[in-house]
């Protein structure tokens, strides 16, 4: 099935809007073939501002009506123990309040950004979206993530190059405890980072420790930038560490 028929089929769509390159070229092939639609943005504790703030500029770019959710993912007690399974939990939570909005807003239909290169079997949250029956038009018709990227471009979506981003719950290890203050730390420190330019990077959890995960064509710019990196990341953490495996 190409995407065009699978709205024109289902003119009617509530989509999760995370921001990111898959979600927003769904939404714009949503408001391109589709009749009515809905955004909807979750901001928890686990997604940082800037992605709200892309996602707000998109949805005004293309003209969509998009509603902000406030979800507390640390109440649940699970999601917060952070265990292995921790994403399958949180898409559970998540998506039952966006069901909630869209079916207060006339809406039978809930979509969102899994693609074609979406590994299910390392994915705990799509079973989540399976249970709950949550639709992924972009995995349905077969698109893969280096496509989506190019018809992005070619849509003149800013997003087409924007790297893929993974909750800042994914830098804390599993099994150990997440809290609002070590969100808040990691945040605050690749905010740092990106301020500085790199790209497509992590700053993980080690122990009470900090590991910098870049790509190889970045590892320059870390030793260029060590003494800034290290007076700020040791403001939070006892130890700053190079991952000399290159991200990517």
Same mark, same amino acid.
């Given at each position: 099935m190409k995407l065009r028929e699978f709205f024109l089929k289902n003119p009617?769509?509530?989509? /999760? *809007? &995370?921001?990111?390159? !898959? &979600?927003?070229?769904l939404l714009y092939a949503a408001m391109r073939w589709g009749k009515r639609v809905k955004a909807y943005y979750v901001k928890s504790q686990f997604q940082p501002e800037f992605e709200l703030q892309d996602a707000l500029e998109l949805a005004? +770019?293309?003209?969509? +009506?998009?509603?902000?959710?406030?979800? !507390?993912?640390?109440?649940? =007690?699970?999601?917060? &123990?952070? =265990?292995? @399974?921790?994403c399958y939990y949180c898409k559970k939570m998540i998506f039952n309040?966006?069901?909630?909005?869209?079916? /207060?807003?006339? *809406? &039978?239909?809930?979509? @969102?950004?899994t693609n074609a290169s979406d590994d299910a079997g390392d994915r705990p949250g799509m079973k989540a979206l399976t249970e709950l029956e949550v639709r992924s038009p972009l995995r349905e018709c077969a698109l893969t993530k280096s496509e989506i990227r190019e018809r992005s471009k070619e849509a003149g979506l800013f997003t087409w190059e924007k790297p893929a981003y993974a909750c800042l719950a994914t830098r804390i290890p599993a099994g150990t405890e997440i809290t609002e203050e070590k969100l808040q730390i990691t945040e605050q420190g690749e905010r740092f980072l990106a301020g500085l330019g790199f790209t497509d990077f992590r700053i993980r959890m080690m122990g009470n420790g900090a590991r910098l995960q870049v790509p190889g064509a970045q590892f320059a710019m870390v030793l260029a930038h060590r003494k800034e990196i290290t007076a700020e990341l040791k403001k939070y953490y006892g130890a700053v560490l190079l991952d000399l495996e290159e991200r990517g």
């Open positions: 009617e769509t509530a989509i /999760a *809007f &995370s921001g990111g390159a !898959d &979600s927003a070229y005004k +770019d293309l003209g969509v +009506d998009m509603e902000v959710i406030r979800v !507390d993912v640390l109440a649940d =007690p699970v999601i917060a &123990s952070n =265990p292995i @399974d921790r309040e966006i069901k909630k909005a869209a079916t /207060a807003d006339g *809406f &039978s239909l809930l979509l @969102d950004g």
